[in-house]
């Protein structure tokens, strides 16, 4: 009963927490977190251990680089969260995780322009859609898209760029709620690893490796925000995506097209190119 009555009075000091919901979330994780401990009978060296990851999680997160969100990722409770807070109801698009390199501010481009920026891949038509519930497109709606390059690498990831911002862009939906753009055909890359998430993967045995997908972020006025990917079909890593992601109604046929062939933009491409469609459909507030 010793253990019992100790987390009975962690539980109750929170009870004079005047913010009703911060006293729900304390109390509901202080159980959880001492059921935990019990269940494992958790050492002193072992939860020493656990302070020294999460002390070196710290000390690598910078503004380009969250390792929290790497690990909240790699446990499934990103995922979990989208799960809870966004159940995929009716004909709205699915959300999926952010991730951790999204950038604020990214440059804008016209539509039909290319978010590259200089990165290396395989060009990649993608256009579509936005449209409410209803069918009825939304003009001027925002779309953030950003993805990693040829080698697997997103651009605030080198040491070297100077602060340059390539494979990323924002775009704005025209009348008919109709985008499109140029950027890359998403490759599989593992997420960076060589942090205490990597180290954790590896004493699990589990693969680093992400589903190659394209990120995308859609807000307009009255609507709800959207986070999503979208996955390339007949991927093998989709079984078996690293942080959890992928939904199977975000998968999207990426259509090969050899060198030469017209592109839907009048531009003749001197290699191989892909293109692929996503209607976006968004909930409204």
Request: net charge negative.
């Amino acid at each position: 009963m010793t253990e019992q009555d100790l987390t009975d009075k962690v539980v109750a000091s929170f009870d004079t927490a005047k913010d009703e919901r911060f006293r729900e979330v304390m109390q509901a994780l202080v159980r959880h977190a001492h059921a935990f401990v019990r269940e494992t009978r958790l050492t002193e060296d072992e939860w020493s251990a656990a302070i020294a990851f999460l002390t070196a999680a710290g000390h690598l997160t910078t503004d380009t680089r969250q390792e929290f969100v790497l690990l909240s990722d790699v446990l499934g409770i990103s995922m979990l969260t989208v799960a809870v807070n966004e159940p995929g109801l009716g004909d709205a698009t699915e959300s999926t995780v952010l991730g951790p390199f999204f950038v604020q501010d990214s440059p804008e481009i016209e539509l039909g322009g290319d978010i590259a920026g200089g990165a290396s891949g395989e060009p990649s038509w993608v256009s579509g859609t936005v449209t409410d519930t209803g069918g009825a497109p939304v003009s001027g709606a925002r779309i953030e898209v950003w993805e990693a390059d040829d080698d697997g690498m997103y651009d605030v990831q080198y040491d070297d760029g100077a602060g340059a911002l390539a494979g990323r862009a924002h775009l704005f939906t025209d009348a008919e709620g109709g985008y499109r753009f140029w950027g890359l055909t998403p490759t599989p890359y593992p997420i960076p690893d060589d942090g205490p998430v990597g180290l954790l993967l590896r004493h699990a045995g589990r693969s680093p490796m992400r589903a190659p997908h394209l990120h995308f972020k859609v807000t307009a006025p009255g609507f709800q925000p959207l986070i999503t990917h979208i996955f390339v079909a007949d991927d093998p890593w989709l079984d078996s995506d690293s942080v959890f992601g992928v939904k199977e109604s975000l998968v999207r046929p990426f259509d090969r097209h050899q060198a030469g062939t017209p592109t839907p933009d009048g531009r003749r491409s001197a290699g191989p190119w892909t293109s692929a469609r996503f209607d976006i459909v968004l909930r409204k507030e």
